[in-house]
């Protein structure tokens, strides 16, 4: 049977998101809770793969549990038996119980929000249709959010940024803004929404597409800065995303500004 956790973290502390061999990640500690509390291996596939220090208020990852825990009878467990409620015909208001108790275990920066089960072919990474991420800064430097907003000092044209930033509207080949020797099939996107948005001290970048490439967000992100500091112009930019090539492109925005906020599946 296959379920879907709905989570959110903030990514300071971790190697990004997704499992490596000398790193702590978001996966790695959510899947130890997991097993800590189900007693059995569980292998959590995840939406998408955020770098280290960026953080994601709105996540989904699948899993798979083994039809045999349905066979458990109800008089052999007791009516808390997480393993028992995700394998039988119990309502939705029961795996309240696994959420409380993931969240019970897990570290302050990770929150799991639900669970639930799906068909058996929804896949969280494959299967949704649109990802959106929001880039934060701030212009006034602060104790309070250097880990979750990039601190800027230079003045921005925003004005100029987002004439720049229509021109990533509609489906084109981003291998501009995609890490190189990167294992892709394709570096073709359809971007549907981008533009910022700023007010007093503080400016939000954000983008909505069917899929991103790596360090694609933050690529973006950073020459967008160089449009905005008068470096490039639009048409210049627009030359950058015609190029097809990494170096043609400004630098990589810092990580702790980046959020992914949304991620949308045709059924849920």
Known sequence: MRYFVEFAYKGTAYHGSQVQPNGITVQSVMQEAFFTILRQP????????TDAGVHAEQMFAHFDID????????GTVKATDVSYLLTSDTSLAAFSVLVDR????????????????????????????????????T?????????????VPSLLDF???????????????????????TDVKTTI??????????????????????????????????TLFEV???KLSVE???EVIASRSRQSAGQSAPPEGLFLTAVRYPAI
């Open 159 to 181: 004005a100029v940024m987002n004439r720049a930033a229509g021109l990533l509207l509609g489906t084109h080949d981003f291998a501009s803004f995609c890490k190189v020797h």
């Open 139 to 151: 212009t006034r430097k602060s104790p309070f959010s250097y880990d979750t907003r990039t601190y």
């Open 67 to 74: 039809n045999r825990l349905a066979q458990m009878m109800p």
């Open 42 to 49: 569980v292998a959590l596939t995840f939406a998408g793969r």
């Open 228 to 230: 905005g500091r008068g």
């Open 102 to 137: 993931l969240n019970r275990l897990l570290p302050q920066d990770i929150s799991v929000y639900r669970i639930f089960p799906v068909a058996d072919d929804l896949h969280a990474r494959f299967s949704a249709v649109s990802r959106t991420y929001e880039y934060r800064i």
């Open 189 to 222: 996107c359809t971007i549907t929404e981008a533009g910022w948005q700023n007010s007093d001290n503080e400016a939000t970048f954000t983008i909505t597409a069917d899929r991103f490439l790596r360090n694609m967000v933050r690529a973006v992100v950073g």
């Open 236 to 238: 210049q930019f627009g």
